[in-house]
């Protein structure tokens, strides 16, 4: 599948990795948008441009469906149904600890085959995008391709998608349809 990728979004994916491994998570498909989105030069985020949605934007609502030490805030709430005060756990855990859990020390990680450095959900994208990059009858998969892969989880809802992302996408009209359009519409104007 990697073979098939083409310069920016081989640049794409390896960027995601270098975020993840920062983190020291598997890379995600935050990672994957991340990268996308923040090479001004590749496709994919001039297409995403083209409707206002830059890097700043994604990061920012990324960041807002992540809330501390990685829960969301649908289970900061479930949590609450329970009477379980998280912002009080969190304030004991670290005056004990004297370590902030929202601001962990990066480990980088390596990965050595065992599940490999991407998750479910990137694994499902570059399967997508090289479909779409088929149905496109393009060689190499673009980042316009990773890009329609990862509207198709956003517009699915998929569960690493925070609500304050899909809010971004639905109010800039950034959704799968207008964008393959827009890809179908400058490849007739190319050719």
């Known amino acids: 599948m990697f073979e098939r990728l083409g310069k920016d979004a081989r640049a794409a994916v390896l960027d995601?990795?270098?975020?993840?491994?920062?983190?020291?998570?598997?890379?995600?498909a935050p990672h994957l948008l991340l990268a996308v989105v923040s090479d001004a030069t590749c496709t994919g985020a001039r297409l995403l441009a083209q409707h206002g949605v830059t890097a700043a934007c994604v990061r920012a609502s990324l960041a807002a469906g992540t809330s501390r030490a990685g829960l969301s805030d649908a289970d900061l709430d479930a949590l609450r149904t329970l009477g379980i005060d998280a912002d009080e756990v969190f304030r004991r855990l670290e005056a004990v600890t004297a370590v902030h859990l929202a601001d962990p020390v990066p480990q980088p990680r390596r990965w050595l085959g065992l599940g490999g450095p991407f998750d479910a959900a990137v694994n499902g994208v570059l399967q997508l995008s090289v479909r779409e990059a088929n149905v496109a009858g393009h060689p190499r998969v673009g980042t316009e391709h990773l890009l329609l892969a990862l509207l198709q989880h956003i517009e699915a809802a998929a569960p690493w998608v925070p609500a304050p992302l899909s809010t971004l996408f639905a109010e800039r009209a950034v959704g799968y349809e207008a964008i393959r359009q827009r890809i179908h519409a400058g490849q007739r104007r190319a050719g």
């Open 16 to 28: 995601a990795l270098q975020r993840a491994d920062v983190q020291g998570t598997q890379v995600g």
